[in-house]
């Protein structure tokens, strides 16, 4: 081979190293804006798990107080938090039904739960009535709980359907930041009616909004376009879309494809970002 042909290969190789090498894509990072926006959305989406754990818990009290047999509590291993119901007289209402966690446990749903969680659960079963849950020193995962949902009956004889109105809900997490919200859902039942005595084969699907307030003031409106999807035999939203406009920001979330998991995403600007629930 040549000095000539040799130094020709030489060129050819180092040209394509060169161009090999501006083609390849450095590491992405997550920019620092589109860091403090995920930051913000995880702050917010917190107030759509509390709604979701208050919702069952709501479901819990009604169950307890229509489960009365011979005046006493039906068993039940799906919570770690202790029952109360008053009057224990089944043909009572409303009852004043308490979930005690007392100092603390960890629940079914993997979440520590300490203090009380109290309702007032009306005949629940008619068309209107209502449960009201409020929170006596009650935190989940550290995070306080203040304020109160009411639950309302608005079930027709196909399916069940429960709206849902927060009232000034107020977070305190273990550093003293402060984090509130008010707003309206509905939880309408997509399966499992027929069995009513069985709650772990029923499905709902969620509608609504939420308007909250992050702890430096900025507000957040969170907006269900793709009903979530929420199966009492799994701890998480499987399914849904929606979208958190954070201060004109548009965040766009997405629970997944129906798979029970903790898995979700965000995408900010066209970037796909995912976070756990």
Request: glycine share 8%; charged share 15%; net charge negative.
């Amino acid at each position: 081979m040549n000095n000539q042909l040799k130094s020709s290969l030489l060129f050819l190789t180092t040209a394509f190293l060169l161009i090999f090498s501006a083609c390849k894509k450095e590491p992405t990072t997550t920019p620092a804006a589109d860091q403090a926006t995920i930051a913000k959305a995880k702050e917010a989406m917190v107030n759509q798990q509390l709604i979701l754990s208050s919702f069952n818990l709501a479901k819990w009290g009604a169950d307890s107080a229509n489960g009365l047999v011979e005046g006493k509590l039906e068993e039940r291993s799906d919570t770690c938090g202790s029952v109360t119901v008053v009057p224990p007289d089944p043909f009572v209402f409303p009852k004043t039904v308490t979930i005690d966690f007392g100092a603390g446990c960890t629940d079914e749903d993997g979440k520590f739960k300490t203090g009380k969680v109290v309702m007032t659960v009306e005949s629940i079963w008619q068309t209107n009535a209502s449960i009201t849950v409020t929170y006596d020193n009650y935190a989940e995962n550290g995070v306080k709980a203040e304020g109160q949902f009411i639950f309302t009956n608005l079930s027709t004889a196909d399916a069940a359907i429960l709206s849902i109105d927060a009232q000034n809900i107020k977070f305190t997490d273990p550093n003293n930041y402060t984090f509130s919200f008010s707003g309206n859902q509905t939880y309408t039942q997509t399966a499992g009616h027929p069995t009513w005595w069985d709650w772990h084969d029923d499905v709902y699907e969620v509608t609504g909004s939420i308007y909250s307030t992050l702890t430096n003031g900025e507000t957040v409106n969170w907006s269900i376009q793709s009903p979530l999807v929420k199966a009492n035999a799994c701890y998480y939203i499987s399914k849904g879309k929606g979208t958190l406009d954070i201060n004109g920001l548009p965040v766009y979330v997405d629970y997944g494809n129906g798979n029970c998991d903790n898995q979700g995403t965000y995408t900010i600007n066209g970037q796909v970002y995912p976070f756990v629930m």
